[in-house]
Structures are given as C-alpha cells and as structure tokens.
C-alpha cells in the first residue's frame, strides 16, 4: 500500500521542443503505452513511425484559435485528474468515455527565451503557454495516480525509472516529479510576472549586452520581484544546494570581490585566505598557512555573525576543512575546488549551496540603478602594496604592521562606508560598517573586539577615507591601536599627524579613497 505502485498505461505528450524526446517515446512504445498528442508533438512521433492518437480525435473538436486552445477539454482533463479510486470517478469516466491519462509529458513554450532574445510584445504574450500549466498542474495534483514529467530536463530521470521499473512507478516517485512540476510552474509564473512588473521589458543596457535571464524566487524580501541578467553558469559550478537568490547573489558578489584582493597578499600562492560575510560586509577573514587554520582564525572573528554566512576561499577546502566547517549553519561556500572526501561531507546537507568558482569571470564595469536610470562605473580595482604606503608620522611602521595595514585596508575597502577594520596578525578582529560617523564606526569596531575578548594592543586600524579630525586616532590610541592607515587627502591632515606623534603611533597614507555606498 505504502508502494502505491502503478504501471503507465496511457500517456499525453505536449511539448514545444521536441530536443531530447525521442528516447522517451521509443521507450513508451516498447512498453506498449498509449499514446496522445497534439500538433506538432504528434507529427513528430508519427514521423518515428510510433503510432499515436490525436487528442482532436479523442475530444472531438479542433485546435482553434491559432493553436490558443488544444488540451482544454473535459476528457483531457478528466482523464488526467480522475481519481482511480474514486468509484464515482471511475462511473463518470465510463458515461462520458473518457480514457484515464496514466502519464503527462510537457515542455513548456519558451517564455524565458523569447524574452531574453528581445521579442516584441506580440511574440513574447503567445510564448505565455496557457494549456501546458494546466497540464502539469492537473497531473502533479493528482500524483497519486499520474506521473507527470514537467520538463525537458527531467526526460533522462524518467526514462530510467521506466527501463528499471517496466513503465511503473511508486508513489513516492510520482509525489518526487510532482513536487519538482509545482517548481516548474512557481518558476514560469515567476518569469510571467517580473516581465509583466516592467523587468527585463525596459532592460535596455543588459538585454542588448545578450545575457541570459535568470529569474529569481523573490528579491530582497519576499513581495518583490527579482531576475538577475548574466552568465552564473559562467561563473560558478554548482556542487550542492537550493537555487540561489537575490540576496544570495548580492553575497558572493562581495565575498569574490573581497577574496580576490586578500588573495593578492597571500606568498605566492602558498598561504590560504578565507573569508566569511554576512549582508555584504566581512565578519571574519583571515589569512594562514594552511586553510584549516585561515577558516578558524576568520571564524573567531565573530562567530555569532558567521551564522548563516557566505563563506569564501580561494584554496581547494580538504576534508579537515569541511569537517571543520560542517558544524556550523552556513548558507554558501564558494571556493576554487574540493576534495572527494570534502565533498562527502559538505553535501549531507542538502540545501547548504556549494560552489565551485570558475577562472577570470567577473564582469569589468559596474551598473547599479538610480533615480530613473543606471549609474556605470569602473570597479575599484586598486589594491595597494607596501610601496604605496607613504608613512607621515615620526614613528615608522614595523614590517608587520605593514602587513596588517596592507591586509586591514583591503578589509576597509570592502566594508560599507563609513567603514574602519582593525587587525592583528593578518585576522580581522573588528569592523564599523555603514556608519554616519567614522567615529562611530570606530566606536562599534573597537566595541566589537571587546565583546570577542580581542586585545587590540599592537593591532592595525584602516578607514576607507581620510581623518578631518584627530578624534579617531585619541580612540585608537586608547583602545591600543598602534599603527593606522588612512587615503589622506584632507586640508587638516596634519592634525591627525601631529596626534600620532603625541601618541607614538605610526600613521601611513595611500592616496586612494575606496568609499562602498
């Protein structure tokens, strides 16, 4: 009874691309499987010379309206939606002759495609299928009876359930195809409504640059419509995990940006970074020897924050790593590569996303709405080396804090404005992101290291833009700051210089701003 097996005696086929369907027809023909079609599905099948019947012929009516209704029929329908068990179900079917639909094949109309292309309105609202919903919707909902195979994609899967089963499935099965239909269906609406809510219709920069839609389960919360424009497939491999979101992709957006500058200070290659971010902003990263040790070090930094994070290394993650990582609740890692064994490990988690970074992908110019337009920039590309510190104080920089201040300012780039980092031995103890106030920011940074039981004496302090003030040096100072590095570029520079002195901190300045709004 659990089983709830049953064998496939009957079957409707409607799909637009035909790529792919033969197998599956073959196959269904062997198990002597009763086909129905339509259109251009049934000249297809005809011209396998596998014989099939017309639905216009079980319904008795044509395809009217330019092909706008063809499957919208009670003994369709009713053949798909019967309930087996149902003893008035199965009398009706019998009074109206209707012949009970055992398994629904559909691929939808290219909706997604026509509009990435740059269709007209015209083409794009007769790509909107009307009857293929229909289908895999009545079949999913009545899984306990129906298989329904909702798209191209999963041709493969059920071509191996019938060759292993002899055109049976169990209920299990057919609950599995019709959870996937209703994700099927979620995701064509979903496509429908972003186009209809002015997306990609008016997407003039992107659509014309020829990238591929990708729409979105929802954007930044849930009530809002969301589609990404780009070649993910470009980017990353995905070994793991649910389908990635908006906000998601907002993450990895800055952990890669971020990852690929810490990567930068890493001896040739030899030394691990790791990152974890949490709402764009680094919460701990770090850079190690080994990478067991830069994923402890960057989770120290705070790991109530790492709670749900995006995690990211450059390195391959082994399987001391994964081990590491897998007591702890994340929702993305992203790195070069991963063992076998790592893999094992990571993936027992089913929706945990898991990817792997491809080379060289990231786009070379930044777009971003405003107002009633799109704003354009270059990306801050600017990664500075202990060349570019000029040190303004009379105390100099020791060769370690030089290191920390090089790493630190990477960390301040790439933290909301107003932003401040503070580190030691190349690990982030602390930041102040998106504050009003670079004292503020400064305040919440020093504030943070103290919650986490860091000693910031001898540690390293980067902001993102230059003192007006010395306020923030007296704060680092005090808190035990003992090196600081800043643009510089402000009228009263000297004034955060002559504090340093007085306070026997070393101070270096780049030349370069790296505010992130």
Request: aromatic share 6%; glycine share 8%; proline share 4%.
């Amino acid at each position: 009874m659990a089983e709830n097996r049953r064998r496939i005696h009957s079957a409707l086929i409607s799909v637009f691309d035909k790529n792919g369907l033969e197998p599956l027809v073959r196959e269904l023909h062997r198990l002597k499987v009763t086909l129905y079609s339509t259109g251009g599905t049934r000249s297809f099948i005809e011209g396998l010379g596998i014989p099939v019947s017309a639905v216009e012929d079980l319904t008795g009516y044509p395809s009217i309206l330019g092909g706008r209704v063809k499957t919208l029929h009670p003994k369709v329908f009713g053949g798909i939606l019967a309930r087996r068990g149902v003893a008035g179900d199965v009398a009706q079917m019998e009074e109206h002759a209707i012949p009970p639909m055992d398994m629904v094949v559909v691929d939808l109309y290219p909706f997604e495609a026509t509009v990435a292309s740059g269709g007209t309105e015209e083409e794009i609202i007769e790509k909107i299928d009307i009857g293929g919903v229909s289908l895999i919707r009545a079949a999913a909902k009545n899984h306990g009876d129906v298989l329904v195979v909702p798209a191209q994609r999963d041709y493969d899967e059920v071509l191996s359930l019938l060759r292993e089963q002899d055109g049976a499935t169990t209920g299990a099965q057919r609950l599995a195809f019709a959870r996937k239909a209703f994700g099927e269906t979620a995701r064509y609406d979903r496509a429908i409504n972003a186009w209809f809510h002015g997306f990609d219709a008016a997407a003039s920069v992107p659509r014309l640059a020829g990238q591929p839609i990708h729409v979105l389960r929802y954007g930044e919360n849930p009530h809002q419509p969301a589609s990404f424009i780009g070649d993910l497939d470009g980017m990353f491999v995905q070994l793991n995990g649910k389908e990635l979101s908006y906000n998601n992709l907002l993450d990895l957006d800055a952990a890669t940006a971020l990852i690929d500058d810490l990567a930068l200070l890493a001896k040739d290659g030899d030394e691990a970074p790791f990152a974890i971010l949490k709402h764009n902003n680094a919460c701990g990263a770090a850079i190690r020897p080994t990478l067991p040790q830069a994923w402890e070090a960057a989770l120290a930094g705070d790991p109530v924050s790492a709670f749900g994070g995006v995690l990211v290394t450059t390195s391959v993650v082994d399987d001391r790593t994964a081990a590491a990582m897998d007591g702890l609740f994340f929702e993305i890692l992203c790195a070069s590569g991963y063992t076998p064994d790592a893999l094992e490990i990571l993936r027992k988690k089913k929706n945990r996303v898991i990817l792997e970074r491809k080379v060289g992908t990231r786009g070379d110019r930044r777009f971003r709405s405003a107002l009633n337009g799109l704003l354009s920039q270059l990306p801050d590309q600017v990664v500075e080396r202990a060349s570019d510190l000029q040190a303004v104080t009379q105390k100099k920089p020791t060769e370690g804090e030089v290191r920390d201040m090089l790493f630190a300012n990477i960390l301040a780039k790439h933290t909301k404005s107003n932003a401040i980092a503070l580190a030691k031995d190349r690990q982030l103890l602390a930041s102040g992101t998106g504050q009003t106030s670079r004292v503020d920011a400064l305040e919440q940074a020093v504030a943070k290291a103290a919650r986490f039981k860091f000693d910031l004496r001898g540690a390293v302090m980067a902001s993102d833009a230059f003192f007006p003030f010395p306020d923030c040096v007296t704060i680092g100072a005090n808190a035990g700051i003992t090196a600081i590095v800043q643009p510089g570029g402000s009228i009263r520079d000297q004034e955060s210089i002559d504090a340093c002195n007085k306070l026997g901190i070393a101070m270096c300045t780049t030349g370069y701003r790296h505010f992130k709004h």
